[in-house]
């Protein structure tokens, strides 16, 4: 018996040193790795192959990498991208992050397959310039640098090139057709951004944005099947001139629909379809010309005896309280009536209007209704004027020209501007209507309707 009991002890403690060497070895081979991707792996490592990627300089303050984890996680601090000395195009753009955590298979990435199981940016603060003649400053950092096509360049990226040599130094997916991307989530917390619009003299700045984005693949074979992911954003964004004024503020939440690079070109040309709500807090400052030169045009009202009151500052956002939008290659379409209250006017973009935005060209389509009280004083200018008409096409008139020119109890004017948007060209789209023609084609019809009763009443029934 005690022979047994040995036996069982000897055999336990065979297979806790058993289990003890192979910790052991596992430890060593994990610390020799880690001490080999260190070695492969440094933030001048890194900052070099970011420079020979993109024409831009890279600097990393720290790098971290954790192997006794899973997945790996690699860690950046204080990274920052800015333009080249001699880069004129680059300005003043640059993208500065506080730290990014990158989840990564060791594994795939060995296999030229960068799965990335979730990408986290915080703190990060991008600057840049829409420049009026068109183009930005930041695209200038992620631009691919000039150099002879390498031999493993795909038919498809070398059509391209040959159809349009002047992008051929930008950024193509078809360039790369053998690396796979997947990245399983990425998320943006309390990131910043300023960009200026040449052309139309607005500065943009963006605080508190918080982005988050689900799994995303990208296969440049497959890229009409994958590349697209849906995410959920959130930011507040601060509107001013570069001449001073506070334009407004837009506190914005929503979803979008969202695919990088164009399925037949290859280029990164994001598509963005999106719905977002505006906080209550939102507004826009009336000074900003679109909605200044729109009001100017309601002066032309006085015609026919509408007084319109002196702007008020603000315009807050009205029956819609959010805005459905679709962005591609910088034009911004509405997708939905976007609704603003001035005072008590409120003016609507008409779904299919659009901004380009870095032209700074527009086509909106808006429809004002006026303030009860300026309705009220139409419609008794109306009526006072139907007096003077005939009796028997006194309520005809009267119906066509309500018809016309009031949407329940208010006024309704439609109006179209375009050009750019610092300098737009607005009209009235169906200008003034004619009191003195709706009264004469009410007499024509009444006049066709009573010779038609006195035919019939000739010819009997």
């Not at 430890?27 to 970011?50: A, D, H």
């Not at 949407?407 to 610092?422: A, M």
């Not at 009209?427 to 009763?453: Q, T, W």
Request: charged share 30%; proline share 3%.
């Amino acid at each position: 018996m005690r022979g047994k009991t040995s036996r069982q002890r000897r055999r336990k403690q065979v297979l806790i040193k058993l289990f003890g060497l192979i910790a052991c070895v596992f430890l060593v081979v994990v610390l020799l790795v880690g001490w080999l991707v260190n070695r492969m792996i440094s933030e001048s490592f890194l900052e070099s192959q970011i420079e020979s990627s993109l024409t831009c300089k890279a600097s990393i303050g720290k790098l971290e990498l954790s192997l006794l984890r899973s997945p790996a996680r690699i860690t950046l601090h204080d990274l920052a991208l800015s333009g080249l000395p001699d880069d004129r195009k680059a300005k003043d753009a640059r993208v500065e992050v506080d730290q990014v955590d990158l989840d990564v298979s060791l594994w795939s990435l060995m296999r030229k397959h960068v799965d990335i199981s979730r990408m986290t940016v915080r703190g990060a603060n991008v600057v840049g310039t829409v420049y009026e003649e068109g183009g930005a400053s930041l695209e200038a950092l992620f631009e691919s640098p000039d150099k002879e096509e390498r031999p493993g360049t795909s038919g498809k990226a070398r059509r391209r090139k040959e159809d349009s040599p002047e992008k051929s130094g930008g950024f193509n997916v078809f360039d790369h057709d053998d690396f796979v991307a997947s990245l399983g989530g990425f998320f943006m917390h309390d990131c910043r951004f300023d960009l200026t619009l040449e052309q139309s003299g607005l500065r943009v700045r963006g605080s508190s944005l918080n982005v988050s984005l689900g799994r995303l693949t990208i296969d440049p074979k497959r890229l009409q099947d994958t590349d697209t992911a849906e995410l959920e954003m959130s930011v507040n964004v601060r509107l001013d001139s570069v001449k001073g004024w506070h334009y407004g503020n837009l506190d914005i939440s929503g979803k979008a629909k969202a695919r990088l690079f164009n399925p037949q070109s290859g280029d990164l040309e994001p598509d963005v379809l999106g719905h977002f709500d505006l906080a209550d807090s939102s507004w826009l400052n009336t000074r900003i010309p679109v909605i200044s030169e729109a009001w100017e045009e309601m002066n032309r009202l006085k015609k026919i005896g509408i007084e319109i009151d002196p702007l008020p500052e603000k315009a807050v956002f009205g029956r819609s309280e959010a805005v459905a939008a679709h962005y591609h290659r910088g034009k911004i379409t509405v997708l939905q009536d976007l609704s603003l209250w001035v005072s008590d006017w409120e003016v609507a973009m008409i779904d299919g209007s659009w901004v380009h935005t870095e032209t700074n060209q527009h086509v909106i389509e808006a429809e004002l209704l006026a303030s009860k009280p300026a309705s009220a004083k139409l419609y008794g200018l109306i009526a006072s004027g139907l007096d003077y008409l005939p009796e028997d096409i006194r309520a005809m008139v009267g119906k066509d020209m309500k018809k016309q020119l009031f949407r329940g109890d208010r006024f309704l004017v439609r109006v179209k501007s375009k050009e750019t948007l610092s300098d737009p060209k607005i009209r009235l789209v169906d200008g003034i209507p004619d009191f003195a023609k709706s009264a004469e084609e009410a007499g024509k019809k009444l006049i066709k309707e009573k010779a038609g009763g006195l035919l019939k009443g000739l010819l009997g029934d």
